[in-house]
């Protein structure tokens, strides 16, 4: 499991502290397992799981954390990155 490493880690990261104020955020690139599978661009920034902890999720349903979430990381979800595994939680959840 590695821990942001790129740019395109790096600039989620940034997205997603500035839309949630997360109180956790860990951005995992996944992409070495998955290297010479579907959607590995030889990048080593093609698959991502997201953990995020907010209270802008208190009250929020699971599916609408993961459209916000998307909302948040604009053109990167389908277009720059192929996959993105979302766990968003509010605190204490």
């Known amino acids: 499991m590695e821990v942001m490493t790129g740019p395109i880690a790096q600039e989620m990261q940034q997205l997603l502290e500035a839309a949630f104020a997360p109180t956790r955020l860990d951005v ?17 920034e093609s698959h991502f799981t997201i953990e995020i902890e907010s209270p802008a999720f208190a009250g929020v349903s699971r599916l609408q954390r993961q459209r916000l979430v998307n ?6 979800p389908g277009q720059r990155v ?3 595994a979302i766990k968003a939680r509010e605190p204490g959840e």
């Open 28 to 44: 995992i690139n996944d992409s070495a397992s998955h290297a010479g599978h579907m959607g590995d661009d030889g990048t080593g």
């Open 82 to 84: 192929h996959a993105i």
């Open 71 to 76: 909302a948040a990381l604009g053109d990167i």
